[in-house]
């Protein structure tokens, strides 16, 4: 058996989530249905480096999954796109030592999240961005980010579904980045918590419309409170960017 | 009874095309039920500059109908945008003059088509632009529409189901522009028949690929046959960019 790595890309719009679930279209499912294609219809699971809920979107999902079949990486590429749905793409794969594992070897992850505002919304971003027809304040929202960074127990920007009992992570960059009309918060870190993203940018939103002050996310991050963030914001500007290994 | 004059924009991935069909969804349908509901289920008919096929989007789409509703354009846009399903939206309304008709007053009309150029395909680009993993000579390409501007002929670029008799249009203008990895097909002419544009991308391919040279785009014009020409490229790459009016 070989173990492979890949690189996938999904449009989340149209999935009940990653994670495969009987009766409901998930991108794990469609993953799993096309390597069984390649694989004489054995089941072939896969592995990815974390879940992502519906109509959340990927660029960098990380996946491993072992086969007997020693193909190049061209071949793969070939056989897996003509297999998988439109919405799913196999960006690239590689061969990997046996021990290399898609989720417990995670180092470290970037999500990006992606606002447009304009006051009319737009057809074509409905399910790519998150329409925000209000004023905001950028620089309000990164002096907010600087009390996010760094290891913090994240109980306050993570779902009451949460059922972690770890919830310190560290965040090692926050960026926010305004192009004409869009916005982009971007996050990394070692690891994030259930709906953390998010709620990270729910509560900066309340900051960058002058609801909250900055300061006032330091107290929120302290409280370990659920209640004291602000909204989650909508899945479909949410981005898995990039999975990183050491 | 006031005139009005609306910009629509539509994301035509999952409406089986403009015009209102029963049982089928349409661009035309849903702006004439939104309609509805803000004249207390009296029928609106809505007027288009013309239709579009299945999986075609819209950017200026233009329309006009007649209201007994007198109201400014901001109140407009917020009922009708309110109404509408994510994938339509009304950009602009204003009132005109009763004798403007959206579809006999058409002065020019431009069309653009969407390629992205990449070896493995796209999830995020599906239904917005037409994947092109082939070398293409842009510089080929722009050679060939030089026998296509004026006014032409254009039985050989229109679809065998057309019903009009005069197939003489004018294109004022086509632009090809690179841009990393996409390629915009910029078409502007005084108006196009069924499927021109589809077909005129299709074979300016053609050229791109080297199947056929620049100048046997002139013997394709003058020989006035459909099956001359090259295959009608896919729906998803075309948008109605802009209508003009004088």
Redesign the interface.
Known sequence: MQRYKAIV???GSTFSGYQIQPKARTVQGELERALGMMHKSEEVKVTASGRTDAGV?ARGQVIHFDSPLQLPPERW?KAL?GLLP??????EIDSVPSDFHARFDVTGKTYKYFLYKS??????K?N?ATHFPYDLDVELVRAATSYLLGAHDFTSFCSAKTDTDNRIRTIYKIEVVENENEVVFSFTGNGFLYNMVRILVGTLLDVGIGKITPQQVESIVNGRDRALAGKTAPAQGLYLWEVFYD
């Open positions: 890309s999904y449009d979107h590429l796109n439109a919405d799913i793409a196999v960006v006051k009319v919304r737009e057809p074509f409905r790519y």
